[in-house]
């Protein structure tokens, strides 16, 4: 095991929100249908504000296709719109609007952004950039990835918790203050492998969670 | 957390209820790798995790030929239910009468709860186990750890395997 070391590391074809210099690079593995990457989208948006130009976020996808059947679609839908230089915005409309993740609403979510949307249902529908998403996925496995939201704080997982936006917002300064000024381009040790913990779980027991009442939907499988 | 069995002993054959009425033994996968993965639990949310993740990743497992298989002590009506609910696509084993019996042959058995540690072996073709994890129990431990181990098999894998396969047992 590689001990939730980022495989590979950020890198040319990684969706980047911020400065390629800021002192902290925060990525995470997601997926547009999880509730969960839903509560995390807030959170991340708040640490995006709060840190400015100290922070670079990363996104890659993680799709649990079985548990959450829209969601490997609704990843190659923000790839599409990426091929269209457009990715942060179709990816803030999915996260949005997470339980409406039909086709047809993903095309509805082109035309919004301005985007061409011929171009963009042709490529959904080919499957143009499934390989793109399962090799985002594959590498979220290598890197330790075990569940939606997994967040990599300067190339290590990150175990401590994002629920509470305080506390994460907090932890996430707490990295970037050693480094401040430094080279953003070696993150190795950035984070001692001591604070590592078990990851509380936000409220995943309650059987009334939403979470549980999407893997009801009809599974899309070839 | 037990010791469970490392690297390098053959992995203890047993045959469990991998649904109400048909039962598995692992003898009959030789030839091929197999992953166990004893779990706790049916429904418990770590547990879910980690069964939704591998069903994720039957198509990455099988290009190394390896059967998957989890194993709880959670009876077969149990698993028939979670595997339903979940649309698990690999086997889910029942470690149920008597209680626990194929755990504790691995040493993955929590005498204190009841059930099986969330521990992983990943077995060769032979039956030997070559990699073997346990995680602490509310601790998902990904699959990182048995793709590597399916690698470094699959490795020296083409001429390993096939004299594997020309003098496999019946």
């Known amino acids: ?222 | 957390m037990n010791t469970i069995l490392p690297a390098g002993v053959p992995a203890p054959d047993f045959a469990l209820n991998v649904t109400p009425d048909q039962r598995l033994r692992l003898s009959e996968l030789r030839g091929r790798p197999v992953i166990l993965a004893f779990y706790p639990a049916d429904w418990s949310p770590v547990c879910g995790d980690q069964m939704a993740l591998y069903n994720e990743m039957l198509a990455d497992f099988h290009e190394y030929d390896a059967e998957l298989l989890g194993i709880s002590v959670d009876g077969a009506w149990c698993h028939a239910a979670f595997a339903r609910d979940r649309k698990l696509h690999f086997p889910l084993l029942s470690d149920f009468e008597p209680k626990g019996a194929v755990s504790r042959l691995y040493g993955a058995y929590r005498e204190n709860d009841g059930t099986s540690e969330r521990a992983l072996f990943v077995a060769d073709a032979d039956g030997i186990i070559r990699w073997s994890y346990c995680s602490p129990v509310g601790v998902n431990p990904g699959a990182d750890g048995i793709l590597s181990a399916l690698e470094s098999l699959a490795r020296p894998s083409a001429s390993t395997r096939q004299s594997v396969r020309t003098d496999a047992r019946p």
């Open chain 1, 1 to 222: 095991m590689n001990g939730g070391r980022l495989t590979p590391p950020v890198g040319a074809l990684d969706h980047v929100a911020g400065s390629a210099d800021a002192p902290l690079t925060l990525v995470e593995y997601g997926d547009y249908e999880c509730p969960y990457c839903g509560m995390a989208y807030p959170i991340v948006k708040a640490a995006q504000r709060k840190l400015g130009n100290q922070l670079r976020f990363v996104f890659r996808n993680f799709p649990l296709a079985e548990s959450h059947p829209h969601a490997k679609r609704a990843a190659q839908a923000a790839e599409a719109a990426a091929a269209q230089g457009q990715f942060w915005p179709m990816h803030d409309v999915l996260f949005e609007h997470q339980g409406a993740l039909e086709d047809a609403d993903l095309v509805r979510y082109a035309k919004q952004l301005g985007l061409d949307a011929e171009r963009f249902a042709r490529e959904l529908e080919a499957g143009t950039y499934e390989k793109r998403v399962r090799d985002d996925f594959r590498s979220g496995v290598r890197s330790g990835v075990n569940g939606t939201p997994t967040f990599f704080i300067n190339g290590t997982r990150w175990d401590g918790g994002w629920a509470d936006e305080a506390a994460f917002i907090d932890a996430l300064h707490r990295q970037a203050a050693p480094r401040l000024g430094g080279p953003s381009d070696d993150f190795d040790d950035a984070v001692p492998l001591a604070t590592r913990g078990p990851r509380p779980r936000p409220k995943r027991m309650s059987s009334s969670e939403p979470a549980l009442n999407l893997t009801r939907s009809s599974l899309r499988r070839s």
